[in-house]
């Protein structure tokens, strides 16, 4: 399934029971509803929820992401069903093992991806020298010894917010705050992709924090992190992540489409995750990682909030 949908509980009040197949929401005040859990893929759950561990149990069940957040909806823990795939043992040996050219040629393939992306933000939003930013991606190389990620990331940055921004998580800008909010979403659906296929999540091929726990993850949603920046770019600027239509377009910013053939970003991120198993294993030679090419017209731009 493509659009597997996002449930946003951060706000919410209230309590969760499930029934056959449904995840049924109490909240404080107002009517009890029901949804189907099939079509759920990331839950986000704040301080104010409360659900018995039946409902946790089938949250597993159901293969759904489950993540914990703060005061400020920002995600500190997440619970995942324990990956069920036929090659785990085989792909957690591969990734330890993997030569560091290996690593180093798929990192270099993520950042020329995630440069591209950037560039087709600044080209769909009209901005004149998107083309310099292209140009910056060919000269990526392999573990992008030049930090080229870097130079462009500056470069993108000051230019996609035009004016003084400086891309520091949780800061005061407001801008900020929704860039984190959107990332925690797509880095729901990024363990779940991991997961699916079988991989050590704390494994990365660059992001190696002891602390981290999906280090891979963080290091393959990187190319699909262009798709939220656009619509925090697109947001009035008289709007923070407190109005619930802002995290309607965070969420749904998840959802849309990314691939060439109309594919969405859960779906992509899957396949990507699949590939670098393969990779891992010494299936595929090359690691190939799809780059963000705009909006489509059809993208949805509404989510699940609640």
């Known amino acids: 399934m493509d659009n597997w949908r996002v449930l946003d509980f951060t706000s919410f009040v ?6 056959r197949g449904q995840l049924v929401v109490r909240p404080q005040e107002g009517a009890e509803t029901s949804l189907p859990l099939a079509d759920v893929g990331t839950v986000l759950i704040g301080l104010h929820t409360a659900m018995a561990p039946a409902v946790l149990h089938q949250l597993a069940a159901f293969d759904v992401i489950t993540l914990i957040c703060d005061w400020n909806g920002v995600p500190s823990a997440a619970m995942t069903a324990w990956a069920d795939h036929g090659r785990v043992g085989a792909r957690h040996r591969a990734q330890f093992e993997m030569s560091i050219p290996r690593r180093k040629s798929a990192w270099g393939q993520v950042i020329k991806a995630k440069i591209l992306g950037q560039a087709a933000n600044l080209r769909v939003l009209g901005h004149p020298d998107w083309d310099h930013l292209a140009q910056m991606a060919k000269l990526v190389r392999s573990g992008d010894p030049q930090n080229v990620e870097g130079t462009a990331a500056g470069y993108y940055w000051r230019r996609l917010f035009e004016g003084r ?4 998580p949780q800061e005061g800008d407001a801008r900020n705050s929704m860039l984190d909010y959107g990332y925690a979403v797509l880095r729901g659906y990024g363990i779940r992709a991991v997961m699916s296929a079988g991989l050590a999540a704390s494994i990365g091929v660059f992001h190696r924090g002891r602390g981290n726990a999906f280090n891979l993850v963080d290091d393959l949603i990187e190319p699909f992190r262009p798709a939220i920046d656009y619509v925090v770019a697109t947001t009035p600027h008289d709007m923070t992540i407190a109005h619930p239509s802002v995290k309607h377009r965070l969420v749904a910013a998840s959802t849309q489409a990314f691939g060439s053939d109309g594919s969405a970003v859960s779906s992509c991120l899957t396949d990507v995750a699949q590939h670098f198993g393969m ?6 030679e090359r690691f190939t990682v799809p780059a963000w090419r705009g909006p489509s017209a059809d993208s949805p731009m509404e989510g699940s909030a609640l």
């Open 279 to 284: 990779y891992a294993e010494g299936g595929l």
């Open 165 to 168: 921004f400086s891309r520091k």
């Open 14 to 19: 209230g309590q969760l029971g499930y029934q």
